[in-house]
């Protein structure tokens, strides 16, 4: 199942250009905070919280991964277990920005491995910026179960909507 806590744009869209490519790290424990509350609403039985995984290079690059910037709080302030090394993105991929929803899939097909001794029979909470496609999502969410969790709950921060020009789930 998957969620996202609002529509890609105006303020949102803002805030996480900045913490991605900004460097404005500070905004993460914000998000957090307030995404906590749209959490608490879902009822989702979560053990453990999975950022999705940055490449070597973009991480490199980048310095962080934004998305564990929010991640963390967001685990801490529901009392779940962070665990962003049970999943690892085993090749780097191209961005998925500007590619059709079959280039996307083939894009990030087998890119991602869970680890059995972190997600074995466990629900997990599979976490990333934005939604367009579900491509990335899909891809990881496909590695955990074949790693053995339990079950797998997926959630963005926004979600693309298909008048920005972009495919739906």
């Not at 277990?81 to 899939?105: M, N």
Request: with cysteine.
């Amino acid at each position: 199942m998957m969620r996202s806590w609002l529509v890609f744009e105006g303020p949102i869209r803002h805030a996480l250009h900045t913490l991605k490519y900004r460097r404005n790290l500070s905004l993460g424990d914000a998000l957090a905070q307030h995404l906590s509350e749209y959490v608490g609403t879902l009822g989702w039985p979560v053990d453990l919280v999975i950022p999705v995984p940055l490449g070597k290079e973009r991480m490199k690059e980048r310095g962080y991964n934004q998305i564990g910037l929010v991640a963390l709080p967001l685990a801490v302030a529901n009392h779940w277990r962070y665990a962003p090394q049970a999943i690892a993105r085993l090749r780097e991929t191209r961005s998925q920005v500007g590619l059709t929803i079959a280039e996307r899939k083939a894009n990030v097909s087998g890119a991602f491995q869970a680890d059995p001794g972190q997600v074995h029979g466990k629900t997990t909470l599979l976490m990333d910026d934005v939604a367009t496609t579900g491509a990335t999502l899909s891809a990881c969410a496909f590695a955990l179960l074949d790693a053995g969790a339990e079950s797998v709950y997926a959630l963005t921060l926004a979600r693309a909507l298909p008048h920005h020009g972009l495919n739906p789930v």
